[in-house]
Every structure is written in C-alpha cells, then in structure tokens.
C-alpha cells in the first residue's frame, strides 16, 4: 500500500489550501487512522493532525487549531487537509500517514510519527509573506 499526498503549492499569507491523501490500488483507508506531519528545512518532523478510523476523533496541534481541519470522505478513500489563513511558517513538506486498525469505529488519535507504519512521499507547501 503507498499513500499519494497531493495539493500543495505556493499561496500567500492568509490564503488557503487543502491537501489530499489516497491509497494506491483498492485501498480503503476507512480502517485507518490518518494524520498529517510537516517537516520544514532544517527542522524534525512534526505532527499536524490526526483522524480515527471512522472519523469520530480528531486531534491537531497548537498551531493548527482553529485554522486546519482534517476530515474523512464517505467512501474511505481520501482523507483531507484544509488549511486556512496559512503563515509563512506553514511552509513545509507535509506527509500524510496511516495506521492500519482493522476498525471502521476506532477512536484513536496518534500524534505520535512512531504510531504510523505507512508514510506518503510528502506534498510542498510554500507560503509566502
């Protein structure tokens, strides 16, 4: 199974974005648990956002609250990343992740990278001042 992370670009201050993350192949990633992570240059990866397998829970970081919402379609296959009034230090490379639960009503949130098995290449998002 590989993730394919997609929609990045370059947007100014304030502007918005919402990224993607599909499984390759048949992949219903409605049993997983997803989040997002961003790493900028120079900087370790850290955690963005996260969604239980069925979309009940959701978690983000202090810098994301309030202006990023991460979500699930109906069908399992995409999950989301609206990122709304983006700063500069939004810019990253943001990657989405999965962990398989087997449970479509899974509550669990991981914010930690550890917790992930499968990693997608990453998306750039560059926002400028």
């Known amino acids: 199974v590989q993730l394919q992370a997609s929609g990045g670009g370059l947007v100014r201050a304030g502007g918005s974005l919402r990224l993607s993350c599909a499984a390759s192949g048949r992949t219903l990633l409605n049993k997983y648990a997803m989040g997002w992570f961003r790493q900028a240059p120079g900087k370790e990866r850290e955690f963005v956002a996260g969604?239980?397998?069925?979309?009940?829970?959701?978690d983000y970081s202090d810098s994301a609250k309030g202006r990023f919402t991460i979500s699930r379609d109906s069908t399992g296959n995409t999950v989301y990343l609206q990122m709304n009034s983006l700063k500069p230090e939004d810019t990253a490379i943001y990657h989405c992740?999965?962990?398989?639960?087997?449970?479509?009503?899974?509550?669990?949130?991981?914010?930690?990278?550890?917790?992930?098995?499968?990693w997608g290449q990453g998306t750039q998002v560059t926002v400028s001042s």
């Open positions: 969604v239980s397998s069925g979309g009940y829970r959701t």
């Open positions: 992740a999965a962990r398989f639960e087997g449970s479509l009503r899974s509550s669990s949130v991981y914010t930690n990278e550890y917790n992930y098995r499968l």
